[in-house]
């Protein structure tokens, strides 16, 4: 491959941008102008050639151990350092403002002292858009470093010590994912791969888990979202799209998908200039849903029913689901599987859902599109602590029960508490049995978050309900603090 190196991305006074596609892999055309515009110099920038084993996506280039490296300082900052020491390069443009979001309570039933059934009230910082000329992004993560080569905490995606990483994987050092991390952590020891300029804006998106719908969902997508609140429009993105969901939301969302640059393991690009946004999603995950139903909803959707039972294939089964079928039957629940549908199909169904019984995992992340009020009842193996859907039941105005189950096996199978589950719904749906949800037209159900802000306030309706629906026996309540889900 022929990589343009004539000049460095500073000298670039004005460039004519064209890009084509050969042989599966981007071409950027460039005529190049010096300081003085007396001489221009020819090139082309190929990103290389990706391909995608499972969740990994690997290039050519990659596969090959690196001959020349680039030596960065080593040393980490935060953002309002970074900006303090380079006023005239990095620009931090402040998008909306803090958010105060109020105490949440939902129901546990289970003997791990984690869950304690309270979010306490907590303060969202605003997002913001991060302006970095001479920016890098290293890895499929896009690890950020300011135009210095100095790392930024905030976009540091691989803090975890190995020894802390053996406690927290199953497994220990056995477990595939402890040796990756052991290569990712000696490849930035020793240096960075070869750095590749980049002429324009680039905007970096990607995260750790990105092929995960919950994570695409809920952390891609909400960026996205702050640069376009900015009014900006990126010559590239550094994005993952390669899944069916991934492909229709960029599509929805008026990203030119031949402007999407793949990251890749052993990634090092340096932008002229470098577009980051903050990853504060809880400011904008309801929007992203109000925007997907506006845009992707079928508008004529077919009526079914308003009580779901999202099943699985793969990991996390229940192991007793025929008598586990039988109980949610009587209480009028139909079974789906959502590897079977389309992300309109997804959206729909939640859309018509008042009550949802799920497995843990990334189907959950379909609640942000329910009405407000709905209830939740999700089924998480024991041991396995993971709040996060507690915490979009309480952006979502969703009431949240959460029901410990027995693991069985290394696929975190569950023997689900079938009485448990029969008693909390009886005391939680007995008064109205289940319906079938006719579907408003279109226009009348786009209605956007923001129309809600006129209603009751979600902690009054929170605290309602709570007295409505009082704890169920055998449950408890603890308090819980705030923290992500990874």
């Known amino acids: 491959m022929k990589f343009f190196r004539a000049c460095s991305v500073d000298r670039i006074m004005s460039s004519q941008i064209r890009h084509t596609v050969l042989n599966g892999n981007k071409v950027l055309s460039c005529v190049i102008r010096g300081k003085a515009g007396s001489m221009e110099e020819h090139g082309e920038l190929r990103h290389p050639r990706t391909f995608r084993i499972g969740k990994y996506v690997l290039a050519t280039d990659s596969l090959l151990p690196s001959v020349r490296f680039t030596k960065l300082p080593g040393t980490w900052c935060t953002v309002p350092e970074l900006v303090d020491r380079f006023p005239e390069q990095v620009i931090q443009q402040v998008v909306g403002h803090d958010r105060q979001v109020p105490e ?24 913001f858009l991060l302006h970095i000329k001479q920016g890098r992004a290293f890895g499929r993560d896009c690890v950020i470093y300011g135009p210095d080569g100095t790392g930024l905490r905030e976009f540091d995606y691989q803090q975890r010590t190995l020894s802390a990483l053996q406690q927290e994987l199953p497994g220990g050092r056995l477990n595939p994912r402890y040796w990756k991390h052991t290569l990712q952590t000696m490849r930035r020891t020793k240096g960075l791969p070869a750095v590749r300029y980049w002429p324009g804006k680039v905007a970096a998106l990607n995260a750790p888990s990105s092929y995960n719908y919950y994570h695409w969902m809920l952390e891609i997508l909400p960026r996205l979202i702050t640069l376009q609140k900015c009014g900006i429009a990126p010559d590239w993105y550094l994005v993952d799209a390669f899944t069916p969901f991934q492909l229709q939301t960029l599509r929805a969302f008026g990203v030119p998908l031949d402007r999407v640059l793949q990251p890749y393991s052993g990634m090092h690009v340096q932008a002229e200039e470098l577009l980051v946004p903050s990853r504060h999603f809880p ?16 508008t004529n959707p077919a009526a079914s029913s308003d009580r779901i039972f999202i ?50 995992g990334a189907g959950l992340t ?121």
């Not at 949440?104 to 009230?121: C, E, K, M, Q, T």
């Not at 400011?283 to 079928?298: D, F, Q």
């Not at 199909?345 to 009550?355: M, R, S, T, V």
């Not at 193996?381 to 709040?387: D, H, L, W």
């Open 283 to 298: 400011n904008s995950c309801r929007e992203a849903g109000a925007e997907l139903i506006r845009r992707i909803a079928p």
């Open 311 to 360: 099943n699985r294939r793969g990991s996390r089964q229940p192991v007793n689901v025929d008598p586990f079928r039988q109980a949610l039957r009587q209480f009028g629940f139909e079974e789906h599987y959502l590897e079977d549908y389309s992300l309109p199909k997804q959206i729909e169904l939640f859309q018509q859902a008042n009550a949802v019984v799920a497995m843990h």
């Open 104 to 127: 949440f309570r939902y129901h546990y039933s289970g003997n791990d002292p984690r869950y304690d059934g309270v979010l306490p009230a907590t303060t969202v910082p605003a997002d």
């Open 366 to 486: 379909n609640t942000v599109f329910c009405p407000s009020g709905a209830l939740v009842v999700e089924l998480m193996p024991e041991g396995k602590y993971r709040p996060c859907y507690p915490m979009l039941s309480r952006l979502c105005d969703l009431r949240h029960y959460l029901v410990s189950a027995k693991r069985m096996g290394f696929a975190q199978h569950m023997l689900v508490p079938v009485e448990t589950i029969r008693s909390l719904l009886t005391d939680l749906l007995s008064e109205r049995p289940a319906a079938m949800r006719i579907p408003t037209p279109a226009k009348e159900r786009r209605v956007t978050r923001e129309a809600m802000a006129g209603r009751e306030p979600p902690h009054s309706r929170i605290e309602r309900r709570q007295n409505e629906c009082p704890l169920p026996i055998g449950t408890r309540s603890r308090v819980l603090p705030s923290v992500g889900c990874h």
